[in-house]
C-alpha cells in the first residue's frame, strides 16, 4: 500500500553555558546581537545558512509501499533515554582539544580542556566575556580577517592565547559555523590535543624564570654534600651553605599584577651577582633558593651573604619606579651544625620561619646551640 510517510524536521539553536558542575549544557542570552556586523568577518552567512538544514520549515518525502507515520512535534532528541545535552557535554568535557563556543564575540561555553590551557579555575569566571580576551593583541587583527576562511573552508589558524597568568600558549584553531538566525555564533576547536605531560627538562624547571625547580635543587644540594664527603681526607671540608628567601610583601605585588615581573627580574639580578657555580633555584613555598658551595671559610661566606643582603636592598625598577622588597632569609651551613642535605634544607626553612618573625630583610642562621 503506496501512502505517504510526512517527517516534520525542525533545527533550534544551542547555545551552551556550562552549569555549574553538573556539566550540563544550557541556553544563554547574549548581550549584544553582532549579526549586522558579521561582513566585517568576510562571511556570506546567506550561503552558510542555506548550506545547514532548514529552519522552521516541513519537508514532505514519498517512501512507497509504506505505512503514514505521523512524528511528535518535538525534537528526535526528547525521545532519547539519555538527554542529547547531556551526552553532548560530556563529549566537550571529555576531550583533550581546546573547546570554546563564541556568540557575538562573547564566550558562551569553555570545555575543562580550554580552562586549564588558559589557567581558568571556574567557568562561571569567562561566561560572557570578549574571546579576545584571551587572544595576544598581536593576533587581534589576524584572527578578525580570517575568520571568515576559517569558518567556510576549514582553513587553521595558528594563534597566541594569553592565559589568566599571562603566559602564552599557541594553538591552531578551526571554526565552525553554528546556525543562528539572530547572533553570530561558531565553535573554535584546536586541531591537536593539549598535551599533560611535559617534557624531562621542563619537569625540572620554573617555566616563568627557567631557574631550576626546587625537586632538582634538592637534587643539587645532596650532590654538593657528597662531593664534600667523599673527598680526599687529607683536604679539608669546605663549608656548603643553603638559603631560602621569602618575598614578604608578594601580595603586593600581586595586587598591581608584578607578580611576575618582579620574580623574573630578581632571578636575573641572582643569577647576575652571584657566582657561577652556585644554584638560584625557584622554590614552592619560598619564592628563592639559593645554594653556595665551595666556601673556604666562615668570612667568604658572610661576603657571599652580604650580596645577597644587597641584592633585594635594592628592589625592582620598572620603567616608573623603584620597587622596595621585603624579605625574610634564612641559611643553614654544612658541616655544622647540617650534615646531610636534607638537615641543610630542613634547617633553613626553620632559619627562614624565624626569620619572618623578625622585622623587615631579616636574615637568620641556624644554629645547633
Do not use: C
Request: proline letters at 3%.
Amino acid at each position: 500500500m503506496n501512502q505517504n510517510i510526512q517527517i516534520r524536521a525542525g533545527a533550534e539553536r544551542q547555545t551552551a553555558e556550562l552549569d555549574g558542575e553538573a556539566g550540563l549544557l544550557q541556553a544563554v542570552k547574549a548581550d549584544t546581537a553582532l549579526l549586522q556586523e558579521a561582513g566585517r568577518y568576510n562571511i556570506d552567512l546567506d550561503s552558510l545558512e542555506s548550506a545547514a538544514a532548514p529552519q522552521n520549515t516541513a519537508r514532505e518525502e514519498l517512501i512507497p509501499e509504506a505505512a503514514v507515520v505521523s512524528l511528535p512535534e518535538h525534537q528526535f532528541w526528547q525521545d532519547l533515554d539519555v538527554p542529547l545535552e547531556d551526552m553532548v557535554s560530556q563529549v566537550l568535557e571529555t576531550s583533550e582539544r581546546l573547546a570554546a563556543i563564541v556568540t557575538d564575540d562573547k564566550i558562551a561555553y569553555m570545555n575543562r580542556a580550554a580552562l586549564d590551557m588558559l589557567e581558568i579555575k571556574s567557568f562561571r569566571e569567562v561566561i560572557g566575556e570578549n574571546f579576545l580576551t584571551f587572544v595576544d593583541k598581536s593576533d587581534w587583527t589576524n584572527l578578525a580577517e580570517n575568520i571568515g576562511g576559517m569558518i567556510s573552508d576549514g582553513t587553521k589558524l595558528k594563534i597566541k592565547l594569553r592565559t589568566a597568568n599571562n603566559k602564552i600558549h599557541t594553538a591552531e584553531l578551526k571554526a565552525i559555523y553554528l546556525p543562528d538566525s539572530r547572533h553570530f555564533s561558531f565553535i573554535l576547536l584546536s586541531s591537536h590535543e593539549r598535551r599533560e605531560q611535559k617534557p624531562v627538562f621542563n619537569a625540572l624547571y620554573d617555566d616563568l624564570t627557567g631557574l631550576p625547580n626546587f625537586y632538582l635543587f634538592e637534587d643539587r644540594v645532596q650532590m654538593a654534600v657528597n662531593n664534600e664527603n667523599y673527598k680526599d681526607v687529607r683536604l679539608p671540608k669546605d663549608l656548603i651553605a643553603v638559603a631560602a628567601v621569602s618575598i614578604d610583601n608578594m601580595e603586593n605585588f600581586r595586587k598591581l599584577h608584578l607578580e611576575n615581573f618582579v620574580i623574573k627580574k630578581l632571578a636575573s639580578n641572582l643569577l647576575l651577582s652571584l657566582k657561577k657555580n652556585y644554584t638560584v633555584a625557584r622554590g614552592l613555598k619560598y619564592q628563592f633558593w639559593i645554594l653556595m658551595p665551595d666556601l673556604v671559610n666562615e668570612h667568604s661566606l658572610e661576603v657571599e651573604l652580604d650580596k645577597l643582603r644587597v641584592i633585594f636592598k635594592e628592589g625592582v625598577t620598572d620603567n616608573f619606579t623603584t620597587h622596595e622588597v621585603f624579605t625574610s632569609i634564612g641559611v643553614s651551613v654544612f658541616p655544622d651544625p647540617a650534615r646531610s642535605g636534607k638537615k641543610l634544607i630542613e634547617q633553613a626553612i626553620a632559619s627562614v620561619k624565624k626569620a619572618q618573625e623578625m622585622p623587615n630583610n631579616s636574615l637568620v642562621m641556624f644554629s645547633g646551640k
